[in-house]
Nanobody, 114 residues
Framework: QVQLVESGGGLVQPGGSLTLSCAVSGGVISPATVGWYRQVPGKEREWVASSGAYGRRMYADSVKGRFTISRDNAKNTVSLQMNTLKPEDTAIYYC????????WGKGTLVTVSS
C-alpha cells in the first residue's frame, strides 16, 4: 500500500515562502506521476502542479512562476517550493501519487495571512 505523508505547512505572511515535502513509502516514485492539489474547505479540490515520470513539470496558471515542484527519486520524496505567497494560496495541500492507481496524503495546511 502506497502511503504519502506531507509536511512543511504553516503560517506565512503574504509575499513569503514555504516549502512543502511529501515522503512516499510502499512504492517507488520514479515511474509515477506525482504532484500537489489544494483545497479550501467548502470548495472543490484544485490541481496545483505535477511532475511526470520523464521529468515534465506542469503548473496551474494561478501558481505558474511562483511555485516549483521537484522530485528526488533516490529519496522517494516530492517537494513544492512556494514563493511570493498570496492570501488566496491558503488551503490544505495534498500530495498525490499516480501509477496504476491514485494515492493521496492526508494534507498539510498552509495559511497566508498578515
Amino acid at each position: 500500500q502506497v502511503q504519502l505523508v506531507e509536511s512543511g505547512g504553516g503560517l506565512v505572511q503574504p509575499g513569503g515562502s514555504l516549502t512543502l515535502s511529501c515522503a512516499v513509502s510502499g512504492g517507488v516514485i520514479s515511474p509515477a506521476t506525482v504532484g500537489w492539489y489544494r483545497q479550501v474547505p467548502g470548495k472543490e479540490r484544485e490541481w496545483v502542479a505535477s511532475s511526470g515520470a520523464y521529468g515534465r513539470r506542469m503548473y496551474a496558471d494561478s501558481v505558474k512562476g511562483r511555485f516549483t515542484i521537484s522530485r528526488d527519486n533516490a529519496k522517494n520524496t516530492v517537494s513544492l517550493q512556494m514563493n511570493t505567497l498570496k492570501p488566496e494560496d491558503t488551503a490544505i495541500y495534498y500530495c498525490y501519487y499516480k501509477h496504476h492507481a491514485d494515492y493521496w496524503g492526508k494534507g498539510t495546511l498552509v495559511t497566508v495571512s498578515s
